[in-house]
């Protein structure tokens, strides 16, 4: 799947160092070349002798090293590459390249470089999830850098949460999709997210809870495994992910134009949190009137998702909905999938005692024509790339 695609993979210094070695070992076997490079932290974790044996090539180790520098310069180094992959990325590489430093062989090439960049950040979790890494992860994820991971669950550290690097097959994968050798390469799919904000008058709007936490994560593994995403989002908390057509939308009425004109698409996946009703907006900013109270009459919104599920010619050829309840989950989602006509419903229960809706996990029931199969409550991520590997199953 990577024959004739060359990658140059920085090492960072982390525990997770070891699985870069794995990670050479899959590349490789895919009929990647891969040019290794290693931070001085990541030399304390794995042996240069070990990197460049698996790497088949001598490992690129100091910005200084004069032999180096003469064999191939660092900006050559940075550009002959189709791909440089960051894994493990330390929360000290995140923070400098984030700010644009090049003090070493790693950050130098980052910011020399003018191709794509995937990261496989891998840190405790207390570090990750601190406001200067999440701050640094922001502004990488504007600037267009790719990131795969972390994933949650049991750490060396012994502590549990988000920071373990992806698993080597994830980041091939991710690779695979930024190359556009991924299954999803040639396709087309739509997505939305967030919430909706419905106007009551210039000042004030009716909202609901969604973070667009889940239909970002989808996006961004629609985007992993290579397809080209269309991702329509109304106002949400979290940032749009890189590499996607973004459309920013603030009303129901607005994401439906938006999805029509995005459309044709091989598949469509509407995560967005809709609202159901919209207010007839004053022009004016309503005023408080002593012993009146103002009388807010709702018109219903248009169901998207249940308007391209039900059309004919240029429909999607998959159409994923979901169907977020709080009771009967499985029989409302169920009887949602025949209401609306999409082919699949993920179902979840989004009762405030679940802390799914605006939180960081999730746990869905995924409907099919072949019945109803329960998911593992894992991350928003995880979540995100099972479905997007059934998506590109489907699709063959
Ligand atoms: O009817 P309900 O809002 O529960 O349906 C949820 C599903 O329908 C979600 O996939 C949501 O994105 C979609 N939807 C939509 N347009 C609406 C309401 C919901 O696309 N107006």
């Known amino acids: 799947m990577l024959a004739g695609k060359h990658i140059l993979l920085i090492i960072g210094g ?5 699985k870069a070695l794995d990670l050479i070992r899959r590349l490789r076997e895919r009929g990647a070349r891969v040019t290794p490079v290693l931070t001085q932290a990541g030399a304390q974790f794995v042996t240069p002798l070990s990197v460049s044996a698996l790497a088949g090539v ?18 050559e180094l940075s550009r002959a590459a189709d791909l440089i992959v960051v894994a493990p990325a330390t929360a000290d590489l995140m923070a400098k390249m984030a700010a644009g430093l090049a003090g070493d062989l790693a950050s130098t090439l980052l910011l020399a470089t003018d191709k794509r960049v995937l990261i496989a950040p891998a840190m405790n979790v207390r570090m990750w999830q601190h406001a200067a890494t999440q701050r640094n992860l922001a502004q990488l994820l504007a600037d267009g850098i790719a990131v795969v991971g972390p994933n949650a669950g049991d750490m060396a550290c ?38 909706t904000h419905e106007p009551i008058d210039p000042v004030r ?9 889940q239909g970002t994560a989808i996006a961004a593994a629609l985007r992993d495994l290579g397809a080209r995403v269309t991702f329509v989002t109304g106002p949400a908390t979290v940032p749009p992910p890189g590499g996607v057509d973004v459309v920013a939308v603030e009303t129901a009425a607005q994401m439906r134009d938006a999805v029509l004109a995005a459309l044709p698409a091989d598949v469509a996946v509407f995560a967005a949190a809709v609202a159901d009703w919209h207010v007839t907006a004053a022009a004016q900013k309503i005023k408080k009137q002593a012993g009146r109270l103002p009388v807010l009459e709702l018109a219903e919104n248009p169901d998207i998702l249940a308007q391209v599920a039900q059309m004919g010619a240029g429909r999607p050829g998959l159409v994923v909905g979901f169907a977020a309840e709080t009771e009967d989950v499985l029989a409302h989602a169920t009887a949602k999938r025949a209401r609306k006509g999409c082919d699949w419903i993920l179902a979840n229960d989004v009762s405030p005692a679940t802390g799914i809706m605006g939180g960081a996990e ?14 593992p409550r894992m991350g928003k ?3 995100a790339r099972a479905l997007a590997l059934r998506i590109a ?3 063959g």
Do not use: C, K
């Open 393 to 395: 199953q489907a699709l």
């Open 158 to 195: 012994g502590e549990f949460g988000p920071g373990r690097m992806a698993e080597p097959l994830e980041i091939v994968a991710a690779v695979e999709g930024m190359l556009g050798r991924g299954p999803l390469a040639g396709r087309h799919v739509l997505v939305t997210s967030g919430p």
């Open 205 to 213: 709007y009716i909202a609901n809870r969604s973070s667009g936490a």
């Open 362 to 375: 999730n746990a869905v029931t995924l409907i099919t024509a072949a019945g109803a199969e329960d998911w």
């Open 14 to 18: 982390g525990i997770a160092a070891y």
């Open 58 to 75: 001598r490992v690129f180790a100091d910005l200084f090293d004069l032999t180096a520098e003469a064999e191939m310069g660092h900006i």
């Open 381 to 383: 991520d995880a979540v």
